[in-house]
Nanobody
């Protein structure tokens, strides 16, 4: 009923930039917090950044000052601008969102993930 689709990953040299996008689709009533997580090979999935519907943001320490999370509520889309990328930023990046959606005449809560997009930073 609801889908999250990421785009924008790729291969970039250290010091470069990438911008990730994640669009939510479906019969959406509202979206609360949206966020980005990442998972490097052999490691757990960790928080990168989150943003509430009101625009309050939170970042993990390792990306503060380099990454910026933003959202376009009219487009149900969250972005992650990544600057000054480092090899240790290499991971699969996943979008996450808390969504209220319609199914029939009822509303349901969905806490879902996108399919992930690979970010590779070469040294």
């Amino acid at each position: 009923q609801v889908q999250l689709v990421e785009s924008g990953g790729g291969l970039v040299q250290a010091g470069g930039s990438l911008r990730l996008s994640c669009a939510a689709s479906g019969r959406i009533f509202s979206i609360n917090t949206m966020g980005w997580y990442r998972q490097a090979p052999g490691k757990q999935r960790d928080l990168v950044a989150t943003i509430t519907s009101g625009g309050s943001t939170n970042y993990t320490d390792s990306v503060k000052g380099r990454f910026t999370i933003s959202r376009d509520n009219a487009k149900n889309t969250v972005y992650l601008q990544m600057n000054s990328l480092k090899p240790e930023d290499t991971a699969i990046y996943y979008c996450n969102a808390d969504i209220t959606y319609y199914f029939g005449s009822r509303r349901y809560e969905y806490h879902g993930w996108g399919q992930g997009t690979q970010v590779t930073v070469s040294s």
